[in-house]
């Protein structure tokens, strides 16, 4: 066989083997899928739930989930003590669907987080975190959160809530005051997922097995803010706590445009080599 030949095979065979190493480590984007039924754990909740109509067997209402995690949010130390340590990632958090009872929300813009060591480091609006990953003795917890910062004066993007809004028709009396409009949104999302020995490093987690999960850590919880308004300038607010316990959960991993181009090209690589080795014999 030409060497020349060769060397282009074997260059080929490198590449595509490369691309399958690099496998979900290489992953851009993490997509966390999540289903089941939540439940109100407030008298506002069970009031949203009633007065917006969500669909519901009894007390559950069905949801769905789809974060998506930026694989390559830079890491940092959040906390460190001998027993515990935190490795954070700032607006790792990049995209979130949810439907609730036939509602749909999603992110309607970039999430953010404020410089480190700002005054307002504690505003960051989206927020991951594996906890006592590097205690071999201890529970590990990964936890997925994201507020809505819209009404914090002078943080970035203050103007346009994260999430969409739904509003409609009411007839409701509170206080002695009557309120003819429903506005309500979903605020904040958390993510927590805990158990002994779950992760073997700080980065984010690209399967979760489920023999390992402790229920009593395992939630997704969810905070709506409701807005009534009425004539006259009538208005009040409050928040609305749904939680899931325990739900499903898969974790997918999709590679970067480059570990896609290498596989591709090695897989061309080596069937240029197989169709010149067929011609030539």
Known sequence: MNPIKTTFARLGVAAAGLAAFSGPAGAAVLIYQLSGVMNAQNTTAVTLRDLAGFQRSGNSVPFQARIELNADAATFINISTASQQNYAYDAAVTRISLSIGGFDFQTTRALFAAPRGSLNSSWNEATTE????VNPAGTDMFVVETTDRSATPLFPGSKQAVFNTYSQPINLVLAGK??????????????????????DSPALPTSVPGGSLNPLLTVFKLDMLMQWTGPNGAAASGNAVFSAQPFNLSVTAVPEPGSWLLTLAGLLAVGAVVRRRGTST
């Not at 429903?182 to 904040?188: C, G, K, S, T």
Request: hydrophobic fraction near 45%; charge should be neutral; glycine fraction near 8%.
């Open 130 to 133: 594996v906890a006592n990953a």
């Open 178 to 199: 009557a309120y003819d409009r429903l506005n309500f949104r979903a605020e904040d999302i958390r993510l927590q997922l805990g158990g002994t020995h779950l992760f």
